[in-house]
């Protein structure tokens, strides 16, 4: 089983995906401590303690993204807004026939993928 863990640096590829997996954690958690300018952070973490003490939502997406909403850390989102907004995009498609009908295309799945992402700016904002 040590030999196997031994086999991962020896292939380069293995070596590169494991070398940038690494820098992408250390880029995170960097960036999970980095305060939002013009947020009281005090305040805010102060907020964050009672909301966990009564068992909010809040309280649990602070779990979720390790502290960083306490913080007020630039990556307190994480990927949320934009699997939320996959979601919206998903349950539009069985609702509406026009976008079931993207959905099915190629360039429509283009279109749906680039949709997303501009649902997922304007859920970050909020």
Same mark, same amino acid.
């Given at each position: ?6 086999? *991962? =640096?020896?292939? %380069?590829? +293995? ?6 997996? +690494? =820098?992408? #954690? ?7 401590? #980095? %305060? /939002? %300018?013009? &947020? ?6 102060? +907020? &964050?303690?009672?909301?966990? @003490?009564?068992?909010?939502? =809040?309280? /649990? ?7 960083? /909403?306490?913080? @007020?850390? *630039?990556?307190? +989102? !994480?990927?949320?807004?934009? *699997? ?11 609702? =509406? %026939? ?14 749906? $993928?680039?949709? $997303?992402?501009?649902? $997922?700016? !304007? /859920?970050? @904002? &909020?």
């Amino acid at each position: 089983m040590l030999d196997s863990f031994g086999n *991962i =640096f020896k292939v %380069p590829d +293995l070596k590169r995906k494991l070398a940038f997996t +690494l =820098f992408a #954690i250390v880029v995170y958690r960097l960036g999970a401590h #980095i %305060p /939002l %300018p013009g &947020i009281n952070v005090t305040a805010l973490g102060y +907020l &964050i303690s009672n909301l966990k @003490a009564q068992g909010s939502v =809040f309280g /649990l997406y602070d779990i979720f993204v390790g502290g960083a /909403l306490s913080r @007020a850390a *630039i990556m307190a +989102l !994480g990927v949320m807004p934009y *699997i939320s907004a996959s979601i919206i995009f998903q349950l539009l498609g069985s609702v =509406f %026939p026009q976008v079931e009908k993207l959905q099915k295309d190629e360039e429509g799945r283009k279109k749906i $993928t680039r949709y $997303t992402r501009y649902t $997922t700016v !304007g /859920l970050a @904002a &909020i």
